[in-house]
Structures are given as structure tokens and as C-alpha cells.
């Protein structure tokens, strides 16, 4: 016996490469089980609006390969407030449903807190590129964000060798270095500057100047969006470096496009059908991940209040290996 037998689900706040995939695993892990389910389109907009529709297999036939998300996605400044949050758990019990699915980042959690608070079973997905959410080795949408980023510094160390200057390139991630972090040490970065840990400009532009010294070709500086504009870093090198050149790249949302990766397919399935089993099992008001291989339940109040620890391991490693 299932706990619930009408479920919704919801994409909201930036969209991340693999939310079809996790749309899709949610919709036929719920059909499967013989559980109705309902799209909200344009997340918690959508829901004030009451724009609900059933799905069915067809619904996500065609989508684990694709980009962006078919339910679409806004940001609802309504929905921030207590009477936005109680209207939309009473057009959810208006139709029935019992049980929500919330895929989206840090602020999307925070509302699926809160409608877990007004009694909606609610379970959070982590859908976002920032990979700032806790309680999961990794969010959906990160790993392909991480490629796209290491695919542009391929290219632009290409331009960058050929010319003998450096480049500076800034990639997203709000408050989150992870996107700066994983694609610098995948792609070779000198520099790698995120808001978790102190930096100087003079230290960055003497690391550039001594490494063209010692013959390097070219040099590779990431900035995370969290630390300021790549722009002004670009500035600060060339008032102390005139000679290194550097040349801003900002990534911006091309970050967020693409289809996404086999990891992020693969781990949006998973999460999707944990989250619906979860349901059925009568587990609510939790955020899924996986973490070393192992899927978790984590009271959504706990993921939304712990700050994702930022891995020093790996940036150590990343500056050791740039030399
Ligand atoms: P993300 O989920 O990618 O972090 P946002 O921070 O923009 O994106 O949040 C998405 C939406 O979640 C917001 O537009 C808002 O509707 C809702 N939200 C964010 N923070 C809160 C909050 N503290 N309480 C209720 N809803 C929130
Ligand atoms: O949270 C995901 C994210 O892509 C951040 O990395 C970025 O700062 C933000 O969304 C951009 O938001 P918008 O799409 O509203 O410009």
C-alpha cells in the first residue's frame, strides 16, 4: 500500500541540464507503481497559478537527452511570502495531491521547506549547476555545467598559446566555487578563484607573470561569478602585468545548456525514483542525494541550513598540479 496516490512534480529557480531526465524518472516510477502524477508548469508561479496538468508515459517520452526542462521554471517572488506559501498548499489540496516533488536549487528547497511545514508531503531534488546544495556528493546539472566550462578553456587555450597570453574566464556558481573548482582542475587552470577562499590579485598576477617566466604559453585564470566580475580581476592583472594580455571570457548562461551528461542522466533517474519510493513509503519533507554511492533522505530543514562544505582537498591539488 502506497502513503500517497496522487503525486505532483515542479522544476524551479535556475534550470540544470538532467531536470527532464529526473522529470521523466519521476513520472514513470509513479506510473509504474500506479500512482497518478501531475506536472506544475513554471514552477511555484505556475502552481499560484494553478497551471496543473496530468501526465502520463508519453508526457517524458523523448527528454532524458534534452536540456533545460519541459515543465519549465521561474522565480515567483509571491510564493516568498506566508500567503503565497499557503495559497499554493491549498491549490495542491484542492486537486488531491498528496505528495510534491521539488526539483531546483537552494532557494527551491527553501520553499519546499515551507510546504512541508503547511503539512504537503514534500520531497526536494537537487536540481542546479551550482552544486551548492548539502547532503549529496553532487547536484543534477553540475557535472554537465563542469564540461561545458572545460570544453571553452580547451578552446580558448587554443587562441590563448598561439598569442602567448593568458585568459580570464568567469563561470557561474552564486555563492558555490564548485563549477570554478572542478573544471580548473579538469582543465588545467593556474588560478582558480572562489568565494570560499581568500585570494590576492598581486599573488594571482605575480603567479602568471613567474609561470610565462619560466616558459609557459599561456595561463588560464577561473573566476566563480561568487568572487566578482572576471572583468575587474581581468583589470586588476593588467594594471600589474600589462604584459601577460589578458582577455575576459564570461561563460554566463551558455553554462546552462546542452544535453546533459550520462552522470547527470544517471544520477537525476536515481533521485527521481528514490524520491517517489519515498513517498510511497510515507517518508516526506526530506532532500535526496547521493553520497558515496548511496542514496539519502535528509530532513530538507537540515540540507537548507547546512552550508555545503567547500572541498580545500582538491583545490590544494588543483593549485599543486597548475605550477
Ligand atoms: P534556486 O532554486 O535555483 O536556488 P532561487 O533562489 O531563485 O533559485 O529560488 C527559486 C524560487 O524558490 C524563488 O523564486 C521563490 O519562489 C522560491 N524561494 C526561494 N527562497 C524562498 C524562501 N525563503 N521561502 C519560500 N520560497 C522561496
Ligand atoms: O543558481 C543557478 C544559477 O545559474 C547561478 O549560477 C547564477 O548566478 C544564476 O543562476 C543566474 O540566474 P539567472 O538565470 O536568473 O540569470
Do not use: W
Not at 515542479?10 to 513520472?27: K, Y
Not at 552522470?263 to 517518508?283: K, N, P, Q, Y
Amino acid at each position: 500500500m502506497s502513503a500517497v496516490k496522487k503525486i505532483a512534480v515542479l522544476t524551479s529557480g535556475g534550470d540544470s541540464q538532467g531536470m527532464n531526465a529526473a522529470v521523466r524518472a519521476v513520472v514513470r516510477t509513479a506510473l509504474y507503481h500506479g500512482i497518478e502524477v501531475y506536472g506544475v508548469q513554471r514552477g511555484y508561479q505556475g502552481l499560484l497559478n494553478n497551471d496543473i496538468r496530468q501526465m502520463d508515459i508519453r508526457s517524458v517520452g523523448d527528454i532524458i537527452q534534452r536540456g533545460g526542462t519541459i515543465l519549465q521554471s521561474a522565480r515567483c517572488q509571491e510564493f516568498r511570502t506566508a500567503e503565497g506559501q499557503e495559497k499554493g498548499a491549498e491549490i495542491l489540496r484542492s486537486h488531491g495531491i498528496d505528495g510534491l516533488i521539488v526539483i531546483g536549487g537552494d532557494g527551491s528547497y527553501q520553499g519546499a521547506n515551507k510546504l512541508s511545514k503547511l503539512g504537503i508531503k514534500t520531497m526536494g531534488l537537487p536540481g542546479t549547476i551550482d552544486n551548492d546544495i548539502s547532503f549529496t556528493d553532487f547536484t543534477i546539472g553540475f557535472d554537465t555545467a563542469v564540461s561545458v566550462v572545460v570544453d571553452a578553456v580547451n578552446k580558448l587555450r587554443d587562441t590563448m598559446s598561439s598569442h602567448e597570453r593568458s585568459s580570464v574566464v568567469e563561470v557561474m556558481g552564486r555563492h558555490c566555487g564548485d563549477i570554478a573548482l572542478y573544471a580548473g582542475l579538469a582543465s588545467g587552470a593556474e588560478s582558480i578563484l572562489v568565494p570560499e577562499v581568500p585570494f590576492s590579485i598581486d599573488e594571482v598576477s605575480q603567479r602568471m607573470k613567474h609561470n610565462f617566466d619560466c616558459g609557459k604559453r599561456h595561463s588560464i585564470v577561473l573566476v566563480a561569478e561568487g568572487v566578482g566580475k572576471g572583468e575587474d580581476i581581468c583589470n586588476g592583472i593588467i594594471e600589474r602585468v600589462p604584459s601577460i594580455e589578458p582577455r575576459v571570457t564570461v561563460l554566463g548562461h551558455i553554462q546552462r545548456g546542452g544535453a546533459p551528461t550520462p552522470a547527470d542522466r544517471i544520477l537525476a533517474s536515481r533521485l527521481g525514483d528514490f524520491a517517489v519510493r519515498s513517498l510511497m513509503e510515507g517518508i516526506s519533507g526530506k532532500g535526496c542525494g547521493i553520497i558515496n554511492g548511496q542514496l539519502v533522505a535528509t530532513d530538507i530543514d537540515l540540507v537548507v541550513n547546512t552550508k555545503k562544505e567547500f572541498n580545500m582537498e582538491l583545490y590544494e591539488l588543483a593549485t599543486r598540479l597548475s605550477q
